[in-house]
């Protein structure tokens, strides 16, 4: 199983920017997805969420601004990241809750490599 992270880059304050994550290999379901970020120096945090029937949640701190949207069919989770603030400048991790077997008790975490985003004001 692999999930692989694209998007972000060297961005201006202000603008917009979509981050995508596929997975992809040999999986039976996916549980929730979400997308993390790590600012140097700090902890990695949770930015947003969404569960497999689609309620999202979002960190306060980019409530309004982001939209975490998956492709169930596609594997996919992608995050569009508007009205961007040098504060969400950070490594960017995609995260999924994969069950591989049909028999399989529980769904295990499976992260994305990173992608960065920086916010030049």
């Known amino acids: 199983v692999q999930l692989q992270a694209s998007g972000g880059g060297l961005l201006q304050a202000g603008g917009s920017s979509r981050l995508s994550c596929v997975v992809s290999?040999?999986?039976?379901?996916?549980?929730?997805m979400a997308w993390y970020r790590q600012a140097p120096g700090k902890q990695r945090e949770l930015v947003a969420t969404?569960?497999?029937?689609?309620?999202?949640s979002y960190a306060d701190s980019v409530k309004g601004r982001f939209t975490i949207s998956r492709d169930n069919a596609k594997n996919t989770v992608d995050l569009q990241m508007n009205s961007l603030k040098p504060e969400d400048t950070a490594v960017y991790y995609c995260?999924?809750?994969?069950?591989?077997?049909?028999?399989?008790?529980?769904?295990?975490?499976?992260w994305g490599q990173g992608t960065h985003v920086t916010v030049s004001s």
């Open positions: 969404e569960t497999s029937s689609g309620t999202t």
């Open positions: 290999g040999n999986i039976f379901s996916t549980d929730d």
């Open positions: 995260k999924a809750q994969i069950k591989l077997m049909r028999w399989s008790r529980v769904f295990s975490d499976y």
